[in-house]
């Protein structure tokens, strides 16, 4: 495999920190329903059906709306996750203070490659280089932008970007096939 170091910052298109909800929430002639998504609601790679409901302001927040193929990423070392939106359809969905949300160049960057090797060991222990503070590390854009990732061939990336999407699917219908089996349990009882 050829691979190069880069800088995120060398790929990312765009990289933004969420909100706090009591400063978007609105009542005006822009505000539209949406749903804001937590850390809680970030689990093995994927994002939860169900997450808070609230009203946003469409026209001042726009940039804080998650798009399919954003990386989203917790901003603390602690309870550290990391997933890639996919088939958000018409859901809007917000990210929240402790989430960094990046848009990567697709020409350059593949993002469920970046997701994938965010998501191990390495990636983690790159990421915490880029972490400042003593107690809680938090991770900031600008230095998020100056960390270094392995970065492999576009075909290569999308090669190991298709294999962890596989992975995360049977995870999902692991995950649906247990839930099953818990209804059925409760049905016995």
Request: net charge negative; aromatic share 6%; proline share 2%.
């Amino acid at each position: 495999m050829n691979v190069n170091t880069v800088k995120l910052g060398d790929i990312i298109k765009e990289i933004r920190h969420g909100l706090i909800p009591d400063k978007y929430i609105a009542d005006n002639e822009f505000a539209r329903p949406c749903e804001y998504l937590r850390l809680s609601d970030i689990n093995d790679g994927i994002i939860a059906e169900n997450c808070i409901e609230l009203v946003y302001d469409s026209k001042r927040f726009k940039e804080y709306v998650i798009k399919d193929g954003d990386v989203i990423l917790s901003a603390s070392d602690k309870n550290f996750k990391v997933v890639c939106a996919e088939d958000l359809g018409d859901r809007k969905l917000l990210i929240s203070s402790t989430l960094i949300r990046i848009e990567f160049d697709r020409e350059k960057a593949d993002p469920y490659y970046i997701t994938a090797f965010l998501s191990s060991a390495e990636g983690k222990d790159r990421l915490d280089e880029c972490r400042s503070g003593k107690v809680i590390r938090l991770l900031h854009t600008k230095d998020l932008k100056e960390c270094e990732i392995q970065l492999p061939s576009m075909e290569e990336q999308k090669e190991i970007g298709e294999k962890y999407r596989h992975h995360l699917e049977k995870i999902r219908q692991l995950k649906a096939d247990i839930d099953g089996l818990y209804k059925d349990i409760e049905l016995m009882r």
